[in-house]
């Protein structure tokens, strides 16, 4: 019966085990088909057209929208099919800005692979390339549509994935775009800044924004004072770039790095994680007690944030006020030098590195702003940093680890599993439990908040009543969950939503991950965890000094926001 | 109007219409088609009114429930197909037919025709010197074979009692009374009628299809997005003959198990908009459409929508697509339209065209049907017959007929004496036949055999002065606009296909160019994600084929056979006959032609724009042009 359900791909026989589409199955014999459009968890879209088969009929099929059936024999790689893979790309460059030595996107780009790996020399046909006006309106992402090869991968992770809908096709033909509606800027639109559609785009035509030269100029000046926070998702989506292993913890290096670069000082941002924890677990327990605004949702995510002002400011009062562990990490320590720099400093200049885009659009809200300037001066994404630590000529790998600086060097596990999917939720959880028993520990983390999941659900036992958290990840099912809410179809205590996908390891500032990989980064951080001596917020020894001295009535001030309706 | 309850209430209604159209004998039917209306028809219509209401004539505009044969119907009827000649006015019981109607011919038409039974002959039809006073008669109508189009032209396509009285709505009542569904699925096969869109496709077995999921809802939509550049059947059926496509929908409705029906017209058909939309709230008011049919307990309720001038969402998937408010793109398959179609769900979808042939299916039966056109493509097949012929229009014929009866019977010959070069078959989807393919039976069969499709039936007949390359260009450009966008061969390769075609009829052709645009047809139609992408390039296809030569002449002699393309027309002053009068020279925009005074002037190839200025201002007939 076995012969029942198998196929051949260019003569291996593979059996097809409920593969959605040839795509899968031909992977299965370890060939890897050149796909512009295709992504696993996307809709099929077929456009590009490059992953084309041939049966034994000569019957041509795209791959990628082809049902495998029992007795299939196709092959992969004919004369025919090399000949039309490469007109179709000899097509797309025709229309493509071929200027890769300047582009953002060089060397991390499909189009570039695809046409070297093709031979691709001469282009028969007149670069007709309109130059067309870029975006560079949102802090966060850059769109440059001379560079787009209409793929629609960003349209469809925006709309199919995000629920943002912020981009879509305009007009037709060879006129046709990806466009806001009515081509108004990006920051004008419902644009969250998530950054998604950056991390699928194959080519430069939407990339995240550079915003290293300025952070290397404050490095250069010598008045002033360059401090640094590393948030936990960088160290483990640092390495695989710069020649570690895929989800190795890297922050040693990191600091070292930042270090020998000349930052002055840097920091932990699961420091400002346990910060987070132990204000927004004093807000949670508050509002259960007091039934308010109930469910409580996380902010710590900037996308997120946004997505409920533009699309459910309703839900604006169930925000945590606690403000992110950038910002509240970034108020901290703008207050602390504030009155006193180091010797010969005239102006303290802080970045953050994230692996966020939208961390560049919170770091520019007004709520962080002071009038010394805005708390986090600039926020450079893995991405950038992964550029910086290539332009200064550092063997990263070769680095020896440095820890991060004192008197702010102190973090608990519980800030560092904020990077991923169910980590802010499991630290609070911590925080509000009876005790730190080893058992207990592990006890909230088996409840069911950790793992890929998009929506994960569990009840905890809290006094006599049982509370219902959501975790989600993913702005679509965040969008799922409100629906639910609205209708009255759920009711939850605490949901924490982080917009990408997996949380913060798959943020758009990140460099690429397949979707295979994304739990390799949430298992990097739970390992840094598993190792750490202080294993919940309110454990940090900082924090008390923290409280006591700095922030001490100023607690408000420092650590929460209140995001209103705007309009 | 009442609201019919029953098969008796149907019945009895067709009576009474039946007895007042058998009562109405005098009838002036102005055709209200969009080609007429165009040319003033609706004007006429008013001036006729006008005039016989001034004369006392009892005008009957609508069909009354109590006539008296005294009166004079006047009905503004769908299209006749004979647009060339519009306006037309066609008069009953003589069944004469006017052509190019003015308003100030009403009053004879009145005076003459109405009071006193007379033909205003000099606005009958004439060809070669003969007379035709019915319609019937003149050449163009009397090969034709009108099954589809049977009532277009001759009822009021405005009111569903005319409709009754020819015998509408006999098939809907039959599908509801004396049949199951899984007859009437039966005999759509048995009458193997194929989908009259383009493909060909079986009704009958994309009906069953549907009928067969197990999903709930399903739909029933009608394409009539007519895109084809020149084709207007289906227009003809929605504005002339409304309540026939409506019928063949509900009886779709009630052999697949559906309740909801679609129709997708193109905005750019307001007329048949506006009388579908009349049509269906006339059927909902007298219960033929809405909920518990004639007290069956079937309900089937028809909505518009019109698309936004996109050629594309005549596509299926695009179409079902923009129905739901979405970018008309279409997108890959499996699964297909039956399974997952309009809101996901199973969906049939025909054309216009293929609707309206089912109420004749039902009424008179598979075996009659069959009985028409060849076996494997029974039935008739409209087309829009075009180009440099003596009679365009809209045509019906049976399928099987060749090339030949419809050109040269139908059409009436080439006009001004010009050859037959070739006919542009199916659109820009379709190829070019030429003399030699002139005997091909019209059917999908053999035309598919000649690589050629019937698609939705476009006919542009060519003579000897069309360049083949500038065909080609010219249909290209109407694909290249009209593409999506989505996919990369057909967004990016149609536009340097028509990139190509441009600077061959523009003289700048190059060595190589044939081979580029066979290599670019080749990887386009093998790879497109749709049937639009895949068929675009089928016109240079068979350009190319069939007049390869004239593209070489364009590239390597920089000269166009045809004389057609202005780029590479050539203006000499022969010598012998120039006076030296300057005359062209002082006309000419560019200075391109020099000389001195009573000898003969020379043009400047260089910078010659080809404008014809010097042919038409010479008094001595001393500038040619050279092909």
Same mark, same amino acid.
């Given at each position: 019966?076995?012969?029942?359900?198998?196929?051949?791909v260019d003569g291996v026989p593979v059996r097809i085990e409920g593969e959605r589409n040839l795509l899968e199955v031909i992977s299965k014999v370890g060939t890897i088909m050149p796909v512009f459009c295709y992504h696993s968890y996307l809709s099929i879209y077929g456009a590009c057209r490059m992953c084309m088969v041939e049966d034994d009929r000569g019957r041509l099929m795209a791959a990628c929208s082809t049902l495998p059936e029992a007795g299939m024999k196709i092959r992969t790689n004919t004369g025919r099919l090399r000949r039309y893979r490469r007109n179709i790309l000899e097509l797309l460059l025709a229309e493509h800005c071929r200027d890769c030595t300047t582009c953002g996107n060089s060397g991390k780009c499909k189009l570039q692979d695809l046409a070297a790996q093709f031979g691709i020399k001469d282009i028969r046909f007149p670069n007709s390339r309109v130059n067309l006006a870029g975006d560079s309106s949102s802090p966060c992402i850059v769109r440059e549509p001379g560079k787009?090869?209409?793929?629609?991968?960003?349209?469809?992770?925006?709309?199919?994935?995000?629920?943002?809908?912020?981009?879509?096709?305009?007009?037709?033909?060879?006129?046709?775009?990806?466009?806001?509606?009515?081509?108004?800027?990006?920051?004008?639109?419902?644009?969250?800044?998530?950054?998604?559609?950056?991390?699928?785009?194959?080519?430069?035509?939407?990339?995240?924004?550079?915003?290293?030269?300025?952070?290397?100029?404050?490095?250069?000046?010598?008045?002033?004072?360059?401090?640094?926070?590393?948030?936990?998702?960088?160290?483990?989506?640092?390495?695989?770039?710069?020649?570690?292993?895929?989800?190795?913890?890297?922050?040693?290096?990191?600091?070292?790095?930042?270090?020998?670069?000349?930052?002055?000082?840097?920091?932990?941002?699961?420091?400002?994680?346990?910060?987070?924890?132990?204000?927004?677990?004093?807000?949670?327990?508050?509002?259960?007690?007091?039934?308010?605004?109930?469910?409580?949702?996380?902010?710590?995510?900037?996308?997120?944030?946004?997505?409920?002002?533009?699309?459910?400011?309703?839900?604006?009062?169930?925000?945590?006020?606690?403000?992110?562990?950038?910002?509240?990490?970034?108020?901290?320590?703008?207050?602390?030098?504030?009155?006193?720099?180091?010797?010969?400093?005239?102006?303290?200049?802080?970045?953050?590195?994230?692996?966020?885009?939208?961390?560049?659009?919170?770091?520019?809200?007004?709520?962080?702003?002071?009038?010394?300037?805005?708390?986090?001066?600039?926020?450079?994404?893995?991405?950038?940093?992964?550029?910086?630590?290539?332009?200064?000529?550092?063997?990263?790998?070769?680095?020896?680890? %440095?820890?991060?600086?004192? =008197?702010? !060097?102190?973090? *608990? @596990? +519980? #800030?560092?599993?904020?990077?991923?999917?169910?980590?802010?939720?499991?630290?609070?959880?911590?925080?509000?439990?009876?005790?730190?028993?080893?058992?207990?520990?592990?006890?909230?983390?088996?409840?069911?908040?950790?793992?890929?999941?998009?929506?994960?659900?569990?009840?905890?036992?809290?006094?006599?009543?049982?509370?219902?958290?959501?975790?989600?990840?993913?702005?679509?099912?965040?969008?799922?969950?409100?629906?639910?809410?609205?209708?009255?179809?759920?009711?939850?205590?605490?949901? %924490?939503?982080?917009?990408? =996908?997996? !949380?913060?390891? *798959? @943020? +758009? #500032?990140?460099?690429?991950?397949?979707?295979?990989?994304?739990?390799?980064?949430?298992?990097?951080?739970?390992?840094?965890?598993?190792?750490?001596?202080?294993?919940?917020?309110?454990?940090?020894?900082?924090?008390?000094?923290?409280?006591e001295g700095v922030m001490k009535g100023k607690v408000h001030e420092l650590l929460h926001v209140d995001y209103v309706k705007k309009g | 109007m009442t609201r019919l309850m029953s098969r008796q209430d149907l019945q009895n209604l067709r009576n009474v219409c039946q007895q007042a159209l058998s009562l109405e004998t005098k009838k002036i039917l102005v055709c209200g088609g969009t080609g007429c209306v165009a040319g003033g028809s609706l004007d006429i219509y008013a001036r006729l009114k006008a005039m016989m209401e001034e004369r006392g004539i009892p005008v009957s505009v609508e069909l009354a429930h109590e006539p008296h044969d005294e009166s004079v119907g006047l009905k503004k009827s769908g299209c006749h197909g004979f647009c060339e000649m519009g306006p037309l006015v066609r008069v009953e019981p003589q069944g004469w037919l006017y052509t190019k109607v003015k308003l100030d011919d009403c009053q004879e038409i009145v005076e003459k025709t109405i009071m006193n039974g007379e033909c205003?002959?000099?606005?009958?039809?004439?060809?070669?010197?003969?007379?035709?006073?019915?319609?019937?008669?003149?050449?163009?109508?009397?090969?034709?074979?009108?099954?589809?189009?049977?009532?277009?032209?001759?009822?009021?396509?405005?009111?569903?009692?005319?409709?009754?009285?020819?015998?509408?709505?006999?098939?809907?009542?039959?599908?509801?009374?004396?049949?199951?569904?899984?007859?009437?699925?039966?005999?759509?096969?048995?009458?193997?009628?194929?989908?009259?869109?383009?493909?060909?496709?079986?009704?009958?077995?994309?009906?069953?299809?549907?009928?067969?999921?197990?999903?709930?809802?399903?739909?029933?939509?009608?394409?009539?997005?007519?895109?084809?550049?020149?084709?207007?059947?289906?227009?003809?059926?929605?504005?002339?003959?409304?309540?026939?496509?409506?019928?063949?929908?509900?009886?779709?409705?009630?052999?697949?198990?559906?309740?909801?029906?679609?129709?997708?017209?193109?905005?750019?058909?307001?007329?048949?908009?506006?009388?579908?939309?009349?049509?269906?709230?006339?059927?909902?008011?007298?219960?033929?459409?809405?909920?518990?049919?004639?007290?069956?307990?079937?309900?089937?309720?028809?909505?518009?929508?019109?698309?936004?001038?996109?050629?594309?969402?005549?596509?299926?998937?695009?179409?079902?697509?923009?129905?739901?408010?979405?970018?008309?793109?279409?997108?890959?398959?499996?699964?297909?339209?039956?399974?997952?179609?309009?809101?996901?769900?199973?969906?049939?979808?025909?054309?216009?065209?293929?609707?309206?042939?089912?109420?004749?299916?039902?009424?008179?039966?598979?075996?009659?049907?069959?009985?028409?056109?060849?076996?494997?493509?029974?039935?008739?097949?409209?087309?829009?017959?075009?180009?440099?012929?003596?009679?365009?229009?809209?045509?019906?014929?049976?399928?099987?007929?060749?090339?030949?009866?419809?050109?040269?019977?139908?059409?009436?010959?080439?006009?001004?004496?010009?050859?037959?070069?070739?006919?542009?078959?199916?659109?820009?989807?379709?190829?070019?036949?030429?003399?030699?393919?002139?005997?091909?039976?019209?059917?999908?069969?053999?035309?598919?055999?000649?690589?050629?499709?019937?698609?939705?039936?476009?006919?542009?007949?060519?003579?000897?002065?069309?360049?083949?390359?500038?065909?080609?260009?010219?249909?290209?450009?109407?694909?290249?606009?009209?593409?999506?966008?989505?996919?990369?061969?057909?967004?990016?390769?149609?536009?340097?296909?028509?990139?190509?075609?441009?600077?061959?009829?523009?003289?700048?052709?190059?060595?190589?160019?044939?081979?580029?645009?066979?290599?670019?047809?080749?990887?386009?139609?093998?790879?497109?994600?749709?049937?639009?992408?895949?068929?675009?390039?089928?016109?240079?296809?068979?350009?190319?084929?069939?007049?390869?030569?004239?593209?070489?002449?364009?590239?390597?002699?920089?000269?166009?056979?045809?004389?057609?393309?202005?780029?590479?027309?050539?203006?000499?002053?022969?010598?012998?006959?120039?006076?030296?009068?300057?005359?062209?020279?002082?006309?000419?925009?560019?200075?391109?032609?020099?000389?001195?005074?009573?000898?003969?002037?020379?043009?400047?190839?260089?910078?010659?724009?080809?404008?014809?200025?010097?042919?038409?201002?010479?008094?001595?007939?001393?500038?040619?042009?050279?092909?």
């Open positions: 019966m076995q012969l029942n359900n198998m196929m051949t787009c090869i209409l793929c629609g991968d960003c349209v469809r992770e925006c709309n199919e994935v995000q629920h943002v809908g912020a981009i879509d096709f305009a007009h037709r033909g060879s006129k046709a775009t990806i466009s806001t509606a009515f081509d108004i800027p990006l920051a004008e639109s419902p644009c969250v800044g998530c950054g998604q559609c950056a991390a699928a785009c194959p080519t430069g035509a939407i990339i995240v924004r550079d915003d290293t030269r300025k952070v290397w100029d404050m490095i250069d000046d010598p008045e002033t004072f360059v401090t640094c926070e590393i948030a936990p998702a960088v160290r483990v989506g640092i390495g695989r770039e710069l020649g570690l292993n895929i989800s190795e913890n890297a922050v040693g290096l990191i600091v070292a790095a930042l270090h020998r670069m000349g930052f002055d000082e840097v920091y932990d941002t699961s420091t400002g994680a346990d910060l987070t924890v132990i204000e927004e677990a004093g807000e949670f327990v508050e509002r259960v007690q007091k039934g308010e605004n109930i469910p409580l949702f996380t902010s710590c995510c900037p996308a997120w944030v946004q997505f409920v002002e533009k699309k459910y400011p309703e839900f604006l009062p169930n925000l945590s006020t606690a403000r992110s562990p950038m910002s509240m990490f970034a108020a901290v320590i703008k207050e602390i030098y504030k009155d006193k720099l180091p010797e010969g400093k005239k102006r303290h200049y802080h970045v953050a590195l994230m692996p966020c885009t939208a961390k560049k659009f919170e770091a520019k809200r007004g709520e962080f702003v002071t009038e010394m300037g805005p708390n986090t001066d600039d926020v450079i994404t893995t991405q950038e940093l992964i550029k910086m630590i290539k332009e200064s000529g550092i063997i990263f790998k070769e680095l020896e680890p %440095e820890s991060v600086d004192m =008197p702010f !060097g102190t973090m *608990s @596990g +519980a #800030g560092m599993i904020f990077g991923v999917t169910g980590g802010v939720t499991e630290a609070v959880l911590r925080k509000i439990a009876s005790d730190n028993s080893r058992t207990t520990l592990a006890e909230i983390a088996y409840t069911g908040v950790r793992g890929m999941d998009s929506v994960k659900e569990a009840d905890i036992p809290f006094g006599d009543k049982t509370l219902k958290i959501a975790v989600v990840s993913g702005l679509g099912n965040a969008e799922g969950l409100l629906k639910k809410i609205k209708s009255g179809e759920a009711h939850y205590d605490l949901i %924490e939503v982080m917009a990408c =996908p997996g !949380g913060c390891i *798959s @943020g +758009a #500032g990140q460099p690429y991950i397949s979707h295979r990989h994304r739990s390799k980064r949430g298992e990097g951080l739970y390992r840094a965890d598993r190792v750490s001596t202080i294993k919940r917020s309110q454990d940090n020894p900082l924090m008390k000094e923290l409280y | 205003v002959e000099r606005l009958a039809y004439k060809q070669n010197g003969e007379i035709y006073r019915k319609q019937e008669e003149i050449p163009f109508y009397a090969k034709q074979h009108r099954v589809v189009l049977e009532h277009c032209g001759h009822i009021n396509a405005t009111s569903v009692l005319d409709y009754l009285a020819v015998g509408g709505y006999q098939a809907l009542e039959k599908a509801l009374f004396d049949m199951s569904a899984g007859e009437i699925l039966d005999e759509v096969s048995e009458s193997n009628l194929r989908g009259r869109g383009g493909g060909g496709f079986p009704a009958g077995r994309k009906w069953k299809s549907c009928a067969r999921q197990k999903e709930t809802p399903r739909y029933i939509v009608c394409n009539g997005d007519e895109g084809d550049p020149g084709a207007f059947m289906d227009r003809s059926v929605m504005e002339g003959d409304p309540h026939r496509l409506i019928e063949g929908m509900i009886i779709a409705g009630i052999a697949i198990g559906s309740s909801e029906g679609y129709i997708y017209v193109r905005a750019e058909y307001p007329l048949a908009v506006e009388r579908l939309r009349m049509a269906i709230a006339q059927a909902e008011e007298i219960g033929l459409l809405g909920d518990d049919i004639l007290g069956t307990g079937f309900s089937f309720h028809m909505h518009i929508n019109r698309g936004a001038g996109a050629f594309v969402c005549g596509e299926g998937s695009a179409l079902t697509a923009s129905i739901e408010g979405k970018r008309g793109m279409p997108r890959v398959k499996p699964p297909r339209t039956v399974e997952h179609g309009l809101f996901d769900k199973p969906t049939n979808l025909n054309n216009v065209e293929t609707y309206a042939n089912v109420p004749m299916i039902i009424t008179k039966g598979a075996q009659w049907y069959k009985s028409i056109g060849p076996e494997n493509s029974p039935g008739t097949k409209a087309f829009a017959l075009t180009g440099n012929i003596n009679n365009t229009g809209l045509i019906e014929v049976p399928m099987g007929t060749t090339l030949r009866e419809v050109i040269f019977d139908i059409g009436g010959g080439m006009r001004g004496g010009g050859k037959f070069k070739a006919v542009q078959i199916g659109g820009p989807s379709g190829g070019c036949l030429t003399e030699k393919e002139l005997d091909i039976p019209l059917d999908f069969d053999s035309l598919k055999k000649v690589g050629a499709m019937i698609g939705s039936g476009g006919l542009v007949v060519m003579d000897d002065k069309t360049c083949m390359v500038e065909v080609a260009r010219f249909f290209m450009n109407f694909t290249q606009n009209e593409s999506c966008g989505k996919c990369v061969p057909c967004r990016e390769g149609t536009k340097r296909m028509l990139e190509i075609l441009e600077r061959i009829v523009a003289g700048q052709g190059r060595d190589g160019d044939i081979e580029l645009l066979e290599e670019l047809a080749d990887t386009i139609s093998n790879t497109a994600l749709c049937g639009l992408g895949k068929t675009a390039p089928s016109p240079v296809i068979s350009t190319i084929k069939n007049f390869r030569s004239e593209y070489e002449a364009h590239i390597y002699e920089k000269r166009c056979p045809a004389g057609a393309c202005s780029k590479l027309r050539r203006f000499v002053i022969d010598p012998e006959k120039c006076k030296g009068c300057s005359k062209c020279a002082r006309n000419c925009p560019v200075n391109a032609i020099t000389g001195v005074v009573k000898k003969p002037f020379t043009i400047n190839q260089d910078k010659c724009i080809k404008c014809g200025a010097c042919k038409t201002n010479c008094a001595f007939d001393a500038v040619r042009e050279e092909a």
